[in-house]
C-alpha cells in the first residue's frame, strides 16, 4: 500500500480518542476538560448488528459507565483494497461537524494497528427497512411523520454543505422511541471540503438520481469535474458539452440518454450554478422512499436480481406507476420530488427552496420546531389486509414482505400483518 494513503486513514480518525460533541466526560460546571482516553478493551461488544462494504457494526458497552452504544468496526486492510480511504475520511468528518436529533452521533473513535472505531449512537430499533419488510407498508399517518423526520435532517445537512447521496430505508434508523436517526455517510459529499474527494457514482440503484446517472455513470462528467466545487460553477456548459463529446467519440449513445443529459445541463445556463442544486438528488431519493413506505416498494425497480441497467432506464425514463388507492398529497408531493431535471424539483432555488417542502400539503399539521418532541404514531400498514381464504394463494414460509410482492404480481392488495405480529415489532 502507498504511504500516502496510509497516513490518510490514520488521520481519518477524529483526534484520536477524544470524547466528541459536549460528552459528559468533557464537560465540568461549562469547563472544558482533557478527554478520557478510550480502547477497544474499554467496551464489551454484543451482537452484530449491521454490516457495511468495510464494516461491522455491534452493540457495545462500556464497561466502566454500563451505557450502551453501537461501535462501527472498520477494517483498513478492507478500506485499502478497496480504494476506500476518501469514503472513510468523508463518513468521520460529517459526524464530526453534525449535531442534530434526526442524525446519528458519534462519542468516540480510536483505532488499532488492524482497524478503526467509531462509538456511536446506538439506533435500538434497527432500519426502518426491516419496519417495511415486516408491514409491507406504512399508512399515510405513519408515512408523514417519518418522512418529515427524514427531511428536517436532510435540511440540515443541506445547511451545512453536506449531501447524503445514498439516502433509502437501510439508512434510516430507529431508536428506542422510535424517532429517526440518519446514518450511513460513506457516499456522502461536503461541498466546501474539497481536502476530500467525494467518490463518483454513489448511491442504491433504486434511489439513485437521474442526474447522478447522466452526469457520472455515462461517463459525461469525470470524478473530478463532479466533486469538486470550483468546477461545480467554474466551466461553462460548452465545455462540459465539449469534454462529453471527447470522451462519447465513437460510441452508440441511446438518443433518449442524450436528450435527459441535455436537460439536466441546461440549469448552467440560468444563472443558477450546479453545486447549489447537488442536494436535490436527496429530495429524489425522498421522493422514492415516501412512495416506497406507502406502496411497499420503490418506485423504480426490476423484476429480477441484479440488473441494474433495468432500473436504472426506469429511473432515466421517469417509468413508474402509483398503486390504487395512494393517498392525493403524497402523490402530488412524490410527483414533485421525482422531476428529471434537478431546476425543475420541489426544492429548487427556483421552486421555493426547501421551505417549499416543508408546507406542502402533505406535511399539514407537523410542528417542525418540535418535531423531535413529538410522540411517534402506531405503525400500521397503509394496505388491507388479505382475507383468510387468501392465504392459501401466498406459499408458506414466506417473508412478509416478500408474501407482499407476489400478493401484488396476483392481483391481492396485502399487508399480512395481523395485530398481534404487529404489537411484538414494537
Not at 480502547?39 to 466502566?64: M, Q, W
Not at 436532510?154 to 431508536?175: A, F, G, M, Q, W
Not at 462540459?240 to 463529446?245: A, H, L, Q, T
Not at 441535455?262 to 422512499?289: F, R
Request: aromatic letters at 10%; hydrophobic letters at 35%; one cysteine or more.
Amino acid at each position: 500500500m502507498q504511504k500516502s494513503e496510509l497516513d490518510s486513514l490514520k488521520e481519518a480518525n477524529l483526534p484520536s480518542d477524544q470524547a466528541q460533541k459536549g460528552s459528559s466526560s468533557e464537560l465540568n460546571q461549562g469547563r472544558r476538560l482533557t478527554p478520557i482516553l478510550r480502547r477497544p478493551s474499554d467496551f464489551k461488544l454484543g451482537k452484530e448488528i449491521g454490516t457495511g462494504s468495510f464494516s461491522t457494526v455491534y452493540s457495545a458497552k462500556e464497561i466502566a459507565t454500563g451505557v450502551e452504544y453501537a461501535m462501527k468496526v472498520v477494517d483498513k486492510q478492507h478500506v485499502f483494497r478497496c480504494k476506500a480511504v476518501d469514503s472513510v475520511m468523508m463518513e468521520k468528518e460529517v459526524l464530526k461537524r453534525t449535531n442534530h436529533p434526526f442524525i446519528v452521533r458519534v462519542y468516540y473513535t480510536f483505532q488499532d494497528s488492524f482497524r478503526l472505531y467509531y462509538v456511536l449512537e446506538y439506533a435500538r430499533r434497527g432500519e426502518l427497512l426491516t419496519y417495511l419488510n415486516r408491514l409491507t407498508s406504512l399508512n399515510v399517518e405513519c408515512t408523514k411523520f417519518y418522512s418529515a423526520e427524514i427531511l428536517s435532517a436532510l435540511n440540515y445537512l443541506h445547511s451545512c454543505s453536506i449531501i447524503h447521496r445514498d439516502l433509502k430505508p437501510e439508512n434510516v434508523l430507529l431508536t428506542e422511541d422510535m424517532h429517526i436517526k440518519l446514518a450511513d455517510f460513506g457516499s456522502a459529499i461536503i461541498l466546501n471540503h474539497l481536502e476530500i474527494k467525494a467518490s463518483s457514482f454513489t448511491g442504491t440503484p433504486q434511489y439513485v438520481s437521474p442526474e447522478m446517472l447522466t452526469l457520472i455513470n455515462s461517463g459525461n462528467v469525470s470524478e473530478e469535474e463532479y466533486s469538486s466545487e470550483e468546477n461545480f460553477d467554474g466551466q461553462t456548459s460548452e465545455e462540459i458539452r465539449s469534454k462529453k463529446e471527447h470522451k462519447s467519440k465513437g460510441c452508440d449513445k441511446k438518443a433518449h440518454l442524450q436528450a435527459i443529459t441535455e436537460v439536466s445541463t441546461k440549469w448552467l445556463h440560468n444563472g443558477v450554478p450546479s453545486h447549489a442544486l447537488a442536494y436535490l438528488m436527496d429530495y429524489w431519493a425522498l421522493g422514492c422512499v415516501i412512495y416506497q413506505m406507502l406502496s411497499g416498494r420503490p418506485p423504480f425497480r426490476s423484476e429480477r436480481h441484479g440488473h441494474e441497467y433495468e432500473v436504472f432506464q426506469k429511473v432515466l425514463n421517469l417509468r413508474f406507476e402509483f398503486p390504487d388507492g395512494f393517498d392525493s398529497n403524497a402523490k402530488d408531493l412524490v410527483k414533485s420530488l421525482l422531476v428529471i431535471s434537478p431546476i425543475e424539483r420541489l426544492g429548487s432555488p427556483i421552486n421555493g427552496g426547501h421551505k417549499a417542502l416543508l408546507v406542502h400539503p402533505f406535511f399539514a399539521g407537523i410542528d417542525w420546531d418540535t418535531l423531535h418532541k413529538s410522540s411517534p404514531p402506531i405503525l400500521v400498514p397503509n394496505l388491507d389486509p388479505l382475507s383468510h381464504d387468501d392465504w392459501d394463494k401466498v406459499p408458506a414460509g414466506f417473508e412478509a414482505g416478500k408474501k407482499y410482492h407476489l400478493a401484488c404480481e396476483i392481483g391481492l392488495a396485502a399487508s399480512q400483518v395481523t395485530e398481534n405480529d404487529r404489537i411484538h415489532l414494537l
